[in-house]
């Protein structure tokens, strides 16, 4: 197989030549060292085992294990005895444009937006699939493997459809899973919806929940009930944590003082900038740029052939 459409600078994993959408599998043996990434990320574990590191602690993965990790999350392995894993990783663009659709559904908004953003999962959502759901998975993740050398602009369409179909299983595990918040049948409230998309388009305004709930109609208080049933959280909670993921890609991808990429993201106050990244990411805003562009390799990866 040719060189996977991943590469990697200063810590910072990112998809290179234009793909929106890539699947791969590799072998992890002993310790891969913390990095972060530009892009969504789901790993299907298909065999061995090794124990995942992540800010919200250490889990033992095996055969069927998911993880779903936001951009700009930091994660590692170790003690890995032949872990096999299928990555299937897609753009945060793709995710902000073609992929919008799915906040709608209540599954598939649980599994990408509302399920790994809750306040104690930290930007990954983990959870199991059966070996029959677990075989499926890989039927389409081999469909996305394949399509890897196909161009594009001629196939783009083959990308969608295979990713739709391998997120709408983990959707439905995930929910089976975590019935709390992925609630089965209709859609997601058109106001939270909209809540959602308005924080998010404009992150570095000074929002407040009486003025959000005004955009909508609404009263705080119902809009606040409204958006902590759907997402586990209010909504400047939710907005804090799409800030920080913001933050994390600016640390990453540009050269600016920290205190300007606190402004950029909302926050004007350098040190409630501070206290705001440390609390999502577990590291200050100074340490979790450095750290990342120190890491070293003490890994062993393998394109699985």
Not at 64 to 72: E, K
Not at 92 to 106: F, G, N, Q, T
Not at 191 to 202: K, S
Not at 215 to 224: A, D, F, N, V
Request: contains cysteine; proline residues 6%; glycine residues 10%.
């Amino acid at each position: 197989m040719g060189q996977a459409p991943v590469d990697e600078a200063q810590g910072l994993l990112f998809l290179t030549e234009g793909l929106p959408v890539y699947a791969g599998q590799y072998v992890h043996e002993g310790t891969l060292a913390p990095h972060t990434h530009s892009f969504v990320e789901v790993v299907v574990v298909i065999g061995g085992d090794g124990v995942h590191h992540a800010l919200g602690g250490r889990r033992r993965l095996g055969a069927g294990d998911v993880l779903v990790l936001r951009p700009g999350v930091w994660h590692g392995y170790e003690d890995c005895r032949r872990l096999e894993i299928y990555n299937c990783c897609f753009s945060a663009e793709l995710l902000r444009r073609e992929l919008a659709w799915m906040r709608d559904d209540p599954l598939l908004g649980h599994l990408l937006w509302t399920g790994p953003r809750s306040a104690h999962r930290r930007g990954l959502l983990g959870f199991r699939l059966d070996p029959v759901a677990l075989a499926e998975s890989r039927s389409h993740l081999d469909a996305l493997d394949g399509l890897r050398h196909a161009p594009v602009g001629l196939h783009r369409a083959d990308l969608m459809g295979r990713l739709s179909l391998l997120l709408g299983l983990l959707a439905r595990a995930a929910a089976a899973e975590h019935p709390d918040r992925a609630e089965a049948g209709g859609r997601t409230h058109p106001a939270v919806v909209r809540a959602m998309r308005l924080l998010e388009e404009r992150p570095a305004h000074p929002w407040t929940v009486p003025e959000l709930a005004d955009e909508l109609h609404l009263s705080p208080g119902y809009l606040t009930r409204l958006f902590k049933s759907v997402t586990g959280q209010p909504p400047m909670a939710y907005l804090s944590q799409h800030r920080v993921e913001l933050a994390a890609a600016m640390l990453l991808h540009t050269d600016l003082p920290v205190a300007r990429i606190g402004r950029e993201v909302g926050w004007p106050d350098p040190n409630l900038f501070a206290r705001r990244f440390r609390a999502h990411a577990g590291l200050s805003a100074t340490a979790y740029r450095k750290r990342f562009a120190d890491s070293g390799s003490h890994q062993t990866v393998r394109r699985h052939a």
